[in-house]
């Protein structure tokens, strides 16, 4: 966030992904009642069994719904444990 404040870009970050040879590690930004950022989720997906496109529609859909505590990522891909409450 400090290297998009530095190059004076005027956007924000939506999610971070760090693809490995057998995981996909996805970091979903959560934005305060102010519109702060700080909080995030983080999803650990196996490649093999995991549907990117499906896991980070379902993180988006779960920022836009405030009043949903969990999520089960079984509904992305399979074999991946769900989040904790």
């Known amino acids: 966030m ?36 700080g909080l995030f989720r983080y999803l650990v997906l196996d490649r093999q069994k995991a549907n990117l496109a499906l896991a980070r529609h379902n993180l988006r859909q779960i920022g836009k719904r405030s009043d949903q505590l969990s999520w089960d990522a079984s509904s992305a891909c399979a074999g991946t444990p769900a989040l904790p409450e």
């Open 2 to 37: 400090r290297t998009m404040e530095s190059l004076r870009l005027d956007d924000s970050i939506e999610d971070i992904l760090i693809t490995l040879r057998k995981q996909c590690h996805l970091s979903w930004l959560l934005k305060s009642s102010r519109n702060e950022q």
